[in-house]
């Protein structure tokens, strides 16, 4: 049960931001850049893949299962191949720009000052630009803030993880921001 | 120096804004709406709750700024701030804010970190399920804010009276994105 009276029973982050619209509105909206906007040149895949290891670090059930369904879904991955990366992303087969991504966001879940001059010119070296770098570390912090959100007032999240994945093409389709909160709450 | 390529001489998240208004954008909507919306708690409460996660996240900027944006808030009473920075065992807060700064630290930690003996400690207190969720909600906001300010490790000034300077600006005129300069 949630810490608070949320008056829904919606899943994970759901609940308090049906509980909460005033806020809901501008955390959609960031997602929605962030994740989905397609003036990026890192694609929806990365970018979700990226949330979703963040989120494994910081122990977030609902956030690392729900994005990486959806990481899965954009990559056309299964379920074991968002497992591994999230285990040890340095014995997958992502690019080698991504893992030195992957490092910067490690070093941001542990705090902004953790990230180094020299994890930023190892992502230099692979390619990685000034608006990918900036990015990583935005999402990085942002799941940060997401799965604090989602744990700290004990929301309720569906224990089978078949119910994320059955759940992400939907959410790709429709996105952040133009879906109802409670419109195909469980499944 | 930056990690990235932004403006020089503007310092912390205003750099970072202006570097990519499409993501500011809504990180400003969003710490206007949990720090200036219409809540049971005080602007200078919420500001304080914001200064002290930024401090135990040991963010120079965020804390120093938003520090002075709670003491311009507090008017008469700027003294708590720092008391509370210092020790807030100490600190002379209310019941309520001081349960609340307790959920903030722990959610500082991690989300996971809040038990059902804090969250009890805050309704005898007598927080509402509003406050909790605004508690929770700006720690986890400056949890984001700090890691982004530190995490491109953006312009941090050391003197005070630039602070105070910013902190008028957030008491008087909040959350405003900056234009920029052509």
């Keep these: ?4 009276d949320l008056k829904n029973e919606l899943p994970g982050i759901r609940g308090p931001m049906a509980f909460s619209p005033s806020t809901a509105k501008p955390l959609n909206a960031l997602a929605e850049v962030l994740l989905r906007d397609d003036d ?3 694609t929806r895949g990365e970018r ?16 690392q299962n729900i994005h990486g369904a959806l990481a899965g879904h954009y990559l056309q991955a299964d379920m074991a191949y968002i497992d591994a990366v999230k285990k040890d992303y340095v014995s997958t087969t992502i690019s080698d720009k991504l893992k030195a991504l992957l490092a910067i966001a490690a070093a941001v879940q542990k705090g902004g000052k953790s990230v180094s001059e020299e994890a930023i010119s190892q992502a230099r070296s692979f390619g990685a630009t000034d608006k990918e770098i900036h990015d990583t570390v935005l999402i990085a912090a942002a799941f940060c803030m997401y799965n604090r959100y989602v744990d700290g007032l004990a929301t309720w999240a569906p224990s089978d993880r078949q119910f994320y994945i059955d759940r992400a093409p939907r959410r790709a389709e429709e996105g952040y921001i133009d879906f109802d909160l409670y419109k195909n709450t469980v499944s | 120096m930056a990690h990235i390529e932004v403006a020089e001489g503007i310092p912390g998240i205003r750099s970072l804004v202006l570097f990519r208004p499409e993501t500011g954008e809504h990180l400003y909507k969003l710490v206007q709406a949990l720090l200036r919306g219409p809540s049971s708690l005080t602007e200078a409460e919420r500001e304080l709750i914001a200064a002290y996660v930024s401090h135990r996240n040991g963010c120079s900027f965020c804390m120093n700024s938003h520090a002075a944006a709670a003491r311009c808030l507090y008017g008469n009473k700027t003294a708590l701030v720092d008391e509370v920075l210092e020790d807030l065992q100490r600190a002379p807060v209310n019941a309520v804010l001081r349960s609340l700064l307790r959920i903030a630290g722990k959610v500082q930690v991690s989300g996971r970190e809040v038990s059902q003996e804090d969250i009890d ?10 406050e909790i969720h605004e508690a929770v909600l700006i720690a986890a906001t400056f949890s984001l804010f700090n890691r982004y300010v530190d995490g491109l490790a953006s312009l941090t000034p050391e003197d005070p009276a630039e602070y105070a300077v910013m902190g008028k600006r957030m008491a008087e005129n909040g959350y405003v994105l900056p234009a920029k300069k052509s």
């Design chain 2, 121 to 130: 400690d805050a309704r005898h207190a007598g927080a509402t399920d509003g």
């Design chain 1, 48 to 63: 979700e893949l990226i949330g979703t290891y963040v989120s494994s670090l910081n122990d977030c059930f609902f956030c």
């Design chain 1, 40 to 42: 990026n040149t890192l």
């Design chain 1, 1 to 4: 049960m949630a810490h608070i």
